[in-house]
């Protein structure tokens, strides 16, 4: 009988991706109501470094799949580790959290098992051995909750945002189980990943975001944003049209069509909050909105507003972040 959560940890090069912390708490959420343990899975060719880092945490062990042809990331070889590892391992659920990475593989592994990927989950709930998984739909407009109806293992990934990495629970010490794996034909060679592209940045890592939509009104107020964001030592995204009219890269921009961002403070100036971008955005820790629309969206998820010109309001909070950071 299938039993236990395996939850897979992301990482590029040995540099653990936090979103495997949000993965492991919702992990360890899940085991309390199950009463199941948690094992975490990582695959590579040397993945020994990372292991004793993983193990600080409350598991029931960490199985390092390694194989030379998994030192770089590709769908076939990961497809191909994780299946040996399920199938050995026989868990009752397996959680990964939803990135790039997991969206291009994660299909083609649980299709293997006759499985539906349950994807973009924002929390799950236990129950005896049945889970009840919550996804937004139509944009973020409904909660739809899905039942698995199926046989083990179910398989399910979390949205950014979902859990906080600070919530995966620390431990005394997880076992270590070294799993060499038998990896098939690569049928690619995978290039370096967009965000190494020169200027590209990734914002699901910023802990701070300054965020610009139409009310900046121009390419030239952005200025206004820029030192915002660096008194308060944070990243500056953007709203769609702000990328669409090529006053900031795509690679700021947030939303439905963007990144899908959880930092611990979100400044929103000029954004009015249409629900694509709302959906990128609403996971964050704490919400501050500048705009003159007192019925603008975005106020309705904000945990702190000024209904006011951002022309005024801005030079204002910056120059009062420098005096308390003394910096002017």
Known sequence: MSSGILVFI??????LNKTSLEAIAAAQ???SSLQQPVTAVLLGDDVSALSQEIAGYDLAKIVTATNAKLADYTPDGYSDAMELVIRQLDPQ??????TYLVRD???KLAARFGKSLISDCIRAQGSGSSITFTRRIFLGKLDA????DGAAPVFATFQSGAYRPDQAQKGSGAAIEAMPVEVGQIRMTPEAPFQEVKQAVDLSKADIIVAVGRGIKSKDNLALAEKLAEVLGGDLAASRPICDAEWLPIDRQI???GQTVAPKLYVALGISGA??????MKNSGTIVAINKDPEAPIFDIADYGIVGDLFEAVPVLTEEIKKIKGLS
């Open 93 to 98: 659920l397996v959680v990964m959290p939803h």
């Open 10 to 15: 992301e990482h590029r090069n040995g540099v």
């Open 255 to 257: 939303g439905s069509s």
């Open 29 to 31: 959420s899940l085991a």
């Open 105 to 107: 593989y994660a299909p």
């Open 145 to 148: 909750d899905v039942v698995s």
């Open 275 to 280: 629900i694509q971008h709302l959906v990128g």
